[in-house]
């Protein structure tokens, strides 16, 4: 018999559990060699804001231990090119996308919201709260409750779709942002975005980075991110996904166990492109093997 891998994320219906991260798996084309997207749960495509985005300058990627650092700038084509270019090939690929957003102000938000609603190619909206809030001094709106529920006011309000707020882990508190979000109307949570960190060059002494910071993503986070995932799913009633150097099946068991109904697969594609596919058959293979149903691992922590 089949073991039902499906799940339910606010009213976004998956096949199974398992998502490819924002700005890690391009926009789903390079990686049809190494998976076949339609067998993933979902793939959240690189971050879109209003216009096109030039990124950073190189260099803008860097290995650490156990990790990377990355400050690419958020570099995208913008909206338009995103519609025109993109979702023809998305459609092709027969995936279930989920369009992460960016931006500077709560009205891009709202006007990327409006703008993606009518399309059938998209089935969920997340939204990165990481960025600077230009219009008010670049507070990031990801770190403000009050603001990080602003902006998902603003994009509930201009979309049908489910929308899924991202949250930053540069926070005192996270389980405060997702209490806001809920609030708000989010109907799931995604964390955890990347840790900002830096490395230096000592022969040059340079910051081994052109942007000097960068966000810190790969397996080093994972514990952070678990502790994360585990925090917030004991205090909000919407779903969580987790995120955060996922990198085997025993990976994606702990977080789900943690409280996560779903994950997303980030740092791990670069290693090994055809991971999330792979962890889609082992997910299977361990609920077959262990007689298990999906929602009994789910928030199964014994303390
Ligand atoms: C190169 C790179 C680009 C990323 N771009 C985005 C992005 O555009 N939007 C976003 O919300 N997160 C972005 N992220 C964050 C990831 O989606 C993910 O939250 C983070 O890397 C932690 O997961 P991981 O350790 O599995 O990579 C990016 C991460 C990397 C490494």
Not at 18 to 29: K, V
Not at 33 to 52: E, R, T
Not at 254 to 277: C, D, K, R, W
């Amino acid at each position: 018999m089949g073991v039902d891998l499906a799940v339910q994320i606010g009213g976004l219906s998956l096949k199974n559990p398992i998502m490819t991260a924002s700005g890690t798996f391009g926009y789903g084309e390079e990686f049809s060699p190494f998976v076949n997207c339609a067998d993933l749960g979902a793939i959240v495509v690189k971050g879109i804001s209003l216009l096109p985005r030039p990124g950073n300058p190189p260099p803008r990627i860097v290995e650490t231990q156990g990790g990377m650092l990355n400050a690419i700038g958020l570099q995208n084509g913008g909206v338009e090119r995103f519609i025109q270019v993109k979702i023809p090939m998305l459609r092709e690929l027969k995936a279930a996308v989920i369009v992460n957003i960016l931006g500077d102000s709560i009205d891009d938000y709202a006007a990327l919201a409006r703008r993606l609603d009518p399309l059938p190619e998209v089935h969920g909206i997340e939204v990165n709260i990481s960025c600077p809030n230009v219009k008010k001094g670049g507070v990031a709106f990801g770190t403000v409750p009050e603001m990080a529920a602003r902006v998902t006011r603003a994009v509930k309000d201009n979309t049908s779709k489910p929308v899924i707020i991202k949250l930053s882990p540069n926070v005192n508190d996270i389980t405060a942002i997702a209490l806001a979000v809920e609030e708000a109307g989010a109907d799931a949570v995604s964390l955890i975005n990347t840790l900002i960190g830096m490395a230096i060059d000592v022969q040059s002494r340079r910051p081994k980075l052109a942007n000097i910071i960068g966000g810190l993503s790969g397996p080093a986070i994972k514990p952070v991110a678990l502790r994360m995932v585990y925090q917030v799913a004991q205090v909000v009633g919407i779903p969580v996904i987790g995120i955060g150097g996922i990198n085997s099946l025993n990976d994606v068991l702990e977080f789900l166990i943690a409280g996560a109904t779903a994950v997303q697969i980030g740092t791990a594609n670069f290693i090994n492109p055809g991971l999330s596919g792979e962890l889609v058959q082992g997910l299977e293979g361990y609920l077959r093997e262990n007689d298990c149903k999906l929602a009994d691992l789910v928030g199964s922590l014994q303390t």
